[in-house]
């Protein structure tokens, strides 16, 4: 009988990554909150400290929500704006007023435009960053030019 064998190999690394504060960079420390740069609230009101994306994406939405009265649907919302405002470019309820729902979505494109660079701004990389990557390696053993050698010569 013969049988194979699966050797796999992992591979783990880390990397951390320490930005320098000014006058020779920008970023934000790690014990600051993403939250409190664009909602005005406290670190101790959260639960934990955002990640740059997270930042991003909250001033994304903050920003189209004060300004068109919409959610844009291409970023994470709260229940909470989900509770006072609808998507940009979704009907009201019943199809009523297309008009609206037309302009909010133009107001959305514009706004975007406007955007890019302001919440790039607002949202710099924390000072002390940690990543972490893997890789998986993994070979049917033995390699498939020996498997006729293992039938031809009897069971291993």
């Not at 229940?79 to 297309?98: H, P, Q, W």
Request: aromatic fraction near 8%; charge should be neutral.
């Amino acid at each position: 009988m013969v049988s194979f064998v699966l050797a796999a190999t992992l591979r783990v690394s880390s990397h951390l990554t320490k930005r320098q504060t000014g006058p020779y960079g920008a970023c934000t420390p790690a014990n600051a909150s993403y939250t409190s740069q664009i909602y005005g609230h406290t670190p101790e009101q959260h639960e934990r400290t955002s990640t740059q994306t997270e930042c991003e994406y909250r001033c994304r939405q903050s920003f189209i929500l004060k300004h068109c009265a919409c959610l844009d649907p291409e970023v994470p919302s709260t229940r909470e704006d989900r509770a006072r405002a609808v998507f940009c470019g979704a009907l009201e309820e019943g199809g009523a007023n297309i008009s609206r729902t037309v302009a909010r979505t133009n107001c959305r494109t514009e706004k975007l435009k406007q955007l890019q660079d302001a919440c790039s701004e607002s949202c710099l990389p924390l000072c002390t960053e940690y990543s972490f990557g893997y890789q998986k390696l993994d070979v049917a053993w033995p390699h498939e030019s020996r498997h006729l050698s293992l039938y031809r010569y009897g069971d291993v």
